[in-house]
């Protein structure tokens, strides 16, 4: 998930420092910021959109680069960071799974401001004959060792077919590359990413080809299959791919990288201020990367994404005239869900200390899974 970054900034430094309108946009004067390492998407984009605020409002942002979910997250729990520029960890921790299902962590109450749509499907070699989700029965799918970010999206999209993993071949890699590279090199069938993955354009010019099965907007019981397993993406149509020709559609989900998210504790003015920088320095970052127009608020300032809008991105984004009945309904549910696994975390917490680490997680996702199937 690299990309290029045309606004230049130092490494974990202080950005933009000039100041012609602070005043006028009730920012503070420097904030914290984390995201993904130096070199990711996550990281050129924050760095775009804090140049973009020290330009527009004078506000300096340092921003913390790390590679792991944990390291993203804690800064902004310990109070340490302001926002976080996160991906599916904002999801998992949210929830309390994967790495977040052990005594240390359990599900953390956090919010959203706003997320850039990524889109995701199962991406096939052309000779596989994977023409539908529903096609990957008894295919080999590759997955990535200790990626749970990857690989439940993987699952949710094959669930969009009726399918489980027990209906396919997983094959897991021990790295993202390596995954996403193996279908040139015949080892597997197909894979669930991003569609400008650097390996799918080695793909697209191989001997095998490459397809992308359709997640159609109108397939209602797909979707309800794969939001069951995920519920925090939505239909998108993708235009640029790899060995996608000029002018032609991919029907894909969406899912949010990065989601810029806070805590509960940040006041609803903070936020608001926040995201209302965000909308009004829009001009000076949505060239930064390949996909920064996605930052326009229309876009990500809507469901679905990982956790709850906070009540501040809420108001601005009525004020705007963005934000929907449909959307409040999206987030009251998201934010029931939230509560009932913090709740039910409160209980199972004390009641199962003397278990060991393993023995604890597999208990915790069990109790969220009840939990989760109590709400539907």
């Known amino acids: 998930m690299k990309t290029g970054f045309k606004l230049g900034a130092a490494a974990g430094g202080l950005m933009a420092l000039s100041a012609f309108g602070a005043a006028a946009q009730d920012l503070p004067d420097t904030m914290v910021w984390t995201s993904y390492d130096v070199g990711s998407a996550g990281y050129a984009e924050a760095s775009a959109i804090a140049d973009a605020f020290g330009k527009e409002f004078g506000t300096r942002v340092r921003i913390q680069p790390s590679g792991s979910g944990i390291g993203r997250l804690q800064p902004l729990l310990q109070g340490r960071a302001d926002y976080a520029f996160l991906a599916t960890e904002a999801f998992f921790v949210s929830e309390g799974a994967f790495d977040f299902a052990t005594p240390d962590w359990g599900p953390r109450a956090l919010r959203a401001v706003a997320g850039r749509p990524a889109g995701i499907t199962l991406i096939a070699a052309g000779d596989a004959g994977i023409d539908t989700v529903a096609d990957a029965r008894g295919k080999r799918i590759a997955f990535v060792a200790g990626n749970p970010s990857v690989n439940v999206k993987c699952e949710a999209i094959l669930a969009f077919g009726g399918l489980t993993l027990d209906d396919v071949e997983v094959i897991t890699f021990p790295t993202?590359?390596?995954?996403?590279?193996?279908?040139?090199?015949?080892?597997?069938?197909?894979?669930?990413?991003?569609?400008?993955?650097?390996?799918?354009?080695?793909?697209?010019?191989?001997?095998?080809?490459i397809h992308y099965a359709p997640l159609e907007a109108e397939?209602?019981?797909?979707?309800?299959?794969?939001?069951?397993?995920?519920?925090?993406?939505?239909?998108?149509?993708?235009?640029?791919?790899?060995?996608?020709a000029e002018g032609e559609i991919a029907k894909m989900a969406a899912y949010r990288y990065p989601v810029i998210t806070t805590t509960t504790e940040q006041t609803a003015d903070e936020v608001y201020a926040f995201i209302k920088a965000l909308d009004e320095s829009y001009d000076l970052y949505k060239d930064g990367t390949?996909?920064?127009?996605?930052?326009?608020?229309?876009i990500s300032g809507r469901p679905a994404i990982d956790v709850p809008f906070h009540d501040g991105a809420i108001r601005y984004l009525k004020e705007k005239g963005i934000w929907t009945?449909?959307?409040d309904a999206w987030n009251a549910k998201r934010t029931e869900r939230m509560d009932a696994l913090l709740a039910a975390w409160e209980e199972f917490k004390?009641?199962?200390?003397?278990?060991?680490?393993?023995?604890?997680?597999?208990?915790?996702?069990?109790?969220?899974?009840?939990?989760v199937a109590g709400l539907n």
Not at 221 to 241: F, H, N, T, Y
Not at 290 to 298: F, G, N, P
């Open 176 to 209: 993202y590359a390596a995954a996403m590279s193996s279908m040139t090199r015949n080892e597997s069938d197909a894979t669930c990413t991003t569609p400008t993955t650097s390996q799918l354009y080695e793909l697209a010019e191989s001997p095998r080809g």
């Open 219 to 244: 397939n209602a019981a797909g979707w309800e299959g794969l939001l069951k397993v995920l519920p925090i993406m939505g239909p998108s149509d993708e235009d640029v791919a790899a060995g996608l």
């Open 290 to 298: 390949a996909t920064m127009s996605r930052w326009s608020l229309d």
């Open 325 to 327: 009945e449909e959307d």
């Open 350 to 371: 004390p009641q199962n200390d003397g278990l060991s680490e393993d023995e604890f997680a597999e208990a915790w996702m069990a109790r969220r899974a009840e939990v």
